[in-house]
């Protein structure tokens, strides 16, 4: 054989059994990762082909990462084959035992990680210090004995024999290619629905802004101490402000789900971060529907839940782009991965890019809230880029991702509230002890955070101030209505640290709602008690448009520019309903509803009711049921009257 020839199949040889290391590695690893609780987690919103789609789709990634990885190895190894060529199989061969160690180590430590985790999260992290360290040693000591050397180094025989590494490689690459065939013919194979179009194009546009976490309370507009948005209440001395608004549920998802059906979390099926639009409840929609009256309809969501809860809507939107969540080699890596998790509808891209992003800034050692740090100039310059293009009769909403944690306010903002904290980043330092409620003993600590939040809710301000003005010079307020509102509030008192809470308490769902008719000039309050399935319904009516029997939220046309009205009337309502499964009945969670005085909730796991004074609603543990009894046997009987398989 000749020395190229030799090479060649040295070479050759090493790679296939690199890769093969690799690939049995990171599988075992992903498999370790699905099988404590992850694939079943996905039972919850996914159904068993989708689950079972998953989990192919993360263990085909791990095969072809563990080839990249093999490959970069055996690149790495090749100049050294190709100068000691008298002993380049002798070489070979030590770098085969070296990547077998530590596959076998790293492999067997991170089981024992998962397992920990697991099983024995409770021991605190001595124990866990101390397990690792025992496993460190162990495998070194056991790397000094002849004998269990040679069984860890031959412990792999079976996957490194000639014949099994090319076949593991063929199967591999054979499986990613099968892979990205179905999701591309389950993407055609999904039913491209096209609203039907009304003959004539309206002259009138409707844009929804809706900003993430923000609480009506920490709002100058609403009578907070201090001034966190003076554009908003710039904005509002021409709307309509109505100051008992809360939000459906407690998190994103669940909230633009109500906003976008008019629907209940327990009705529209939406109940997980990761929650999608059944097709009958997408059909219905407020894009849907106003697609059908002939409206151009686009959305520009810089939350990437929401962004894919609005990709489930079956074309609803006309355009709806992807945002880049994490510039930088993250989102390199997605594109480059695009054939593995094409938009189908079928399976979940938005746990896919989790899990990819979990990954990426575990291994880059970057913050896992960077996808939070979307801004909010950002969000309003894509608006604005996609406002451009359209013409009069247009529905546009805007999710703006600030001021969700992490709280970033811009350099004007940051310091304007806290001058007396030291500039620590204060959003870096969430701390997870306080969910899901904290003691009294921190609430100092809560307050800075407040004051850091405050901040950025200004930030968010400022853009919007910016974003109506280039609205205003371009001409498209002339015949638009204008709809600002929040997905969920925030929380920093009553014991309830930021959101996605199952007590339901005030600061948590009370958000904002100001609605700006065109032409309208005077200012106006108003007190009837509403939530987010009124959003729709008030758009479709403003439109002149039916509303479909399935949304039974009540319209607000009829309480525009009523100053000073509504008071003691109305009621809103808001679930939590995230340990559910979508496939079953409802068990778990909390249901609530609110009227101009009282809150009332229901714990559905024990059917306990708490009734809530609304200036003491902030707390998660109160209860004056037995000092207003009339009032929670009303507020009880009205929740079971609205939703009947809930409360018994």
């Known amino acids: 054989m000749s020395k190229k020839s030799d090479f060649r199949h040295v070479v050759t040889s090493l790679w296939f059994r690199l890769i093969t290391l690799g690939i049995v590695a990171l599988v075992f690893a992903e498999a370790l990762l699905l099988a404590p609780g992850k694939a079943s987690g996905w039972t919850f919103y996914l159904t068993a082909a989708e689950v079972a789609f998953e989990v192919v789709v993360r263990l085909v990634f791990a095969a072809l990462v563990g080839i990249a990885l093999g490959t970069l190895c055996t690149a790495v190894a090749t100049p050294f084959l190709w100068h000691f060529n008298s002993s380049r199989v002798r070489i070979a061969d030590w770098v085969t035992k070296v990547g077998v160690f530590l596959v076998v180590f790293l492999d067997s430590r991170f089981a024992l990680t998962v397992l920990i985790k697991s099983w024995w999260s409770n021991h605190g992290p001595r124990f866990t210090t101390a397990l690792l360290t025992a496993h460190f040693l162990a495998f070194a000591v056991a790397l000094f004995i002849p004998r269990t050397r040679r069984e860890v180094a031959t412990s792999l025989d079976g996957f490194l024999r000639e014949k099994m590494t090319r076949r593991t490689a063929i199967a591999t690459l054979g499986s990613a290619a099968a892979l990205v065939a179905t999701e591309f013919a389950l993407g055609m194979s999904a039913p491209a629905v096209r609203a039907a179009l009304s003959p004539q194009r309206p002259k009138s546009n409707f844009l929804l802004i809706t900003f993430d976490a923000l609480s009506a309370e920490d709002m100058s507009l609403y009578g907070y101490r201090l001034p966190t948005t003076p554009n908003i209440d710039a904005f509002a001395q021409k709307s309509t402000v109505f100051t008992n608004f809360y939000a459906g549920s407690t998190f994103t998802t669940p909230g633009v789900a109500a906003i976008m059906t008019g629907l209940y979390p327990s009705e529209s099926l939406v109940y997980q971060l990761q929650g999608k639009l059944p097709s009958d409840r997408a059909e219905k929609s407020l894009p849907r529907l106003m697609q059908a009256a002939g409206y151009a309809t686009c959305g520009f969501f810089s939350n990437g839940f929401a962004y894919y809860l609005g990709q489930s809507s079956r074309n609803g939107f006309d355009a709806l782009p992807e945002p880049v969540f994490q510039p930088g080699m993250l989102h390199h890596l997605w594109d480059v991965s695009r054939p593995l998790h094409q938009n189908t509808g079928f399976g979940c891209r938005i746990d896919e890019y989790r899990d990819l992003r979990i990954l990426w800034n575990s291994l880059s050692g970057l913050p896992q809230n960077l996808p939070g740090r979307f801004p909010a100039v950002a969000s309003f310059e894509?608006?604005?880029?996609?406002?451009?293009?359209?013409?009069?009769?247009?529905?546009?909403?805007?999710?703006?991702?600030?001021?969700?944690?992490?709280?970033?306010?811009?350099?004007?903002?940051?310091?304007?509230?806290?001058?007396?904290?030291?500039?620590?980043?204060?959003?870096?330092?969430?701390?997870?002890?306080?969910?899901?409620?904290?003691?009294?003993?921190?609430?100092?600590?809560?307050?800075?955070?407040?004051?850091?939040?405050?901040?950025?809710?200004?930030?968010?301000?400022?853009?919007?101030?910016?974003?109506?003005?280039?609205?205003?010079?371009?001409?498209?307020?002339?015949?638009?209505?204008?709809?600002?509102?929040?997905?969920?509030?925030?929380?920093?008192?009553?014991?309830?640290?930021?959101?996605?809470?199952?007590?339901?308490?005030?600061?948590?769902?009370?958000?904002?709602?100001?609605?700006?008719?065109?032409?309208?000039?005077?200012?106006?309050?108003?007190?009837?008690?509403?939530?987010?399935?009124?959003?729709?319904?008030?758009?479709?009516?403003?439109?002149?448009?039916?509303?479909?029997?399935?949304?039974?939220?009540?319209?607000?046309?009829?309480?525009?520019?009523?100053?000073?009205?509504?008071?003691?009337?109305?009621?809103?309502?808001?679930?939590?309903?995230?340990?559910?499964?979508?496939?079953?009945?409802?068990?778990?969670?909390?249901?609530?509803?609110?009227?101009?005085?009282?809150?009332?909730?229901?714990?559905?796991?024990?059917?306990?009711?708490?009734?809530?004074?609304?200036?003491?609603?902030?707390?998660?543990?109160?209860?004056?049921?037995?000092?207003?009894?009339?009032?929670?046997?009303?507020?009880?009987?009205?929740?079971?009257?609205?939703?009947?398989?809930?409360?018994?």
């Not at 247009?394 to 940051?414: E, N």
């Not at 769902?509 to 009124?534: E, K, M, N, W, Y």
Request: aromatic fraction near 10%.
């Open 382 to 648: 894509n608006a604005a880029r996609m406002l451009s293009h359209l013409a009069e009769g247009f529905f546009m909403w805007v999710h703006v991702m600030t001021p969700h944690y992490p709280y970033l306010p811009d350099l004007a903002d940051r310091g304007r509230f806290t001058p007396h904290i030291e500039r620590q980043m204060l959003d870096e330092d969430d701390d997870r002890s306080w969910y899901p409620h904290y003691p009294s003993s921190q609430q100092s600590q809560v307050n800075e955070r407040r004051l850091r939040y405050d901040e950025f809710v200004a930030t968010a301000d400022r853009a919007f101030a910016n974003f109506m003005t280039q609205m205003g010079e371009s001409g498209k307020l002339e015949n638009t209505t204008v709809i600002v509102s929040a997905d969920h509030g925030e929380s920093f008192e009553g014991g309830v640290y930021q959101h996605d809470s199952p007590y339901l308490t005030r600061p948590v769902i009370h958000i904002p709602l100001i609605i700006r008719t065109p032409g309208q000039q005077q200012g106006c309050r108003v007190a009837f008690t509403a939530d987010q399935t009124s959003i729709a319904t008030t758009i479709l009516e403003l439109a002149s448009q039916p509303k479909p029997s399935s949304m039974r939220g009540q319209s607000l046309v009829d309480w525009i520019a009523r100053d000073g009205q509504g008071e003691g009337q109305g009621v809103a309502f808001s679930q939590y309903l995230e340990r559910n499964s979508v496939f079953k009945p409802v068990r778990h969670g909390t249901v609530a509803v609110t009227d101009g005085h009282h809150q009332y909730v229901v714990y559905l796991d024990t059917q306990k009711g708490e009734l809530r004074p609304l200036s003491e609603a902030q707390f998660w543990n109160i209860d004056r049921t037995s000092e207003y009894p009339e009032q929670a046997r009303s507020l009880r009987s009205t929740i079971r009257a609205r939703f009947p398989s809930l409360i018994q």
